[in-house]
């Protein structure tokens, strides 16, 4: 069964903790409880537990109502995992962090799936989990494969934008949706596929200023209009910026070919600071390191563009940003889970 479907009537839900009872008495004496589980004297807390993700095995009967949890108890659910309890825990690192909110956020959206409830309540829950797997992927994108799976990550927030999409689809009022449309478009950008779907919403969805801004961004990228597209980066708020920070690499890759073949002249060069600038690059060192990496030479502050030397096989790293992404961090999760999602 897939996480994002489920088959036959809806059943019902009747848990009213956020782990159910048997799971946690069975994770308890299996000591498989997570340090976020645990209380203050580092011994299980029922009021910490969240219910962990498992895969539905073929031929599986269904959970029984017990071990279902209504709307509202997931939704409380959502609010713990993003909480100061959790987002904050100074003793467990952050990709430790991520790795547990993630699989919590998986039995969140499946339970969700077994049920389907309403479609408002469903949406908030989800409205929710993707804000944080945004949110996550970018603090998290210089951490080693190791600790954190980018790929993985990737795969389950395209998931959760499509249930939260297909709760969009039902009839019932969404005013978040026009924004996170545009996160959805933003998250996609390039892909025709999504480009698409979002000029098939409805025209006051696509007259909202969020997803005006989304649109000028993605046309700007297919356009190549750099300036413009990095122009227009720098205005995102934070959560846009989350979203559009898997494709700041492949961008800037995509703008020194077009200089290294716009410039390629003998005696050329081009000033570091301003291609820093244009490319909304944090510094100087990481322009030029960014240049070599491209097979581009940098000599006495500038770059030399030469479309033979330019190396399109360098690996693409999505390192963090500061003018793009974290500089416009504040708050907390919770705080920015109300104002995005009100």
Known sequence: ???????????????????????????????????????????????????????????????????????????????????????????????????????????VRLDLALQRPPASPCAAVLER???????????????????????????QLRETFAALRRAYRRPAAHPAQPRFQALFLLYHLGSP???WQILQLSDDIRSSPDLKAALA???????????????????????????????????R????????????????????????HLLAIDSLEEAADLCRVHGLTVMEGSVVFQKGSFRDSASLDNRTSLLLVDGKWKGTLLDLSEKVCS
């Open 129 to 155: 989990a993707v804000l944080y797997l945004l949110h996550a992927g970018a603090r998290l994108c210089n951490e080693a494969p190791a600790r954190f799976d980018a790929h993985l990550h990737d795969g």
């Open 217 to 251: 961004i993605h046309w700007a990228f297919l356009e190549r209009n750099f300036a413009r597209f990095f122009r227009l980066a720098r205005q995102l708020p934070y959560l846009p910026s989350c979203a559009l920070h898997p494709h700041l690499a492949k961008t």
């Open 253 to 276: 890759r995509l703008a020194l070919l077009a200089f290294s073949h716009g410039f390629h002249a003998k005696n050329c060069r081009y000033p570091l600071a301003r291609l820093s």
């Open 193 to 195: 596929d999504a480009l």
């Open 1 to 107: 069964m897939s996480e994002g479907e489920a088959e036959g009537p809806p059943r019902p839900a009747l848990c009213k903790a956020m782990c159910p009872a048997g799971e946690f008495a069975r994770r308890r004496r299996q000591k498989r409880l997570h340090r976020l589980e645990l209380g203050p004297d580092r011994q299980a807390d029922p009021a910490r537990a969240v219910k962990e993700f498992s895969r539905p095995a073929a031929g599986q009967a269904p959970p029984p109502p017990c071990d279902l949890r209504p709307p509202e108890v997931l939704l409380a659910t959502v609010h713990h995992l993003l909480g100061r309890s959790v987002a904050e825990a100074s003793e467990v690192s952050p990709a430790e962090r991520c790795a547990f909110v993630a699989d919590r956020l998986r039995a």
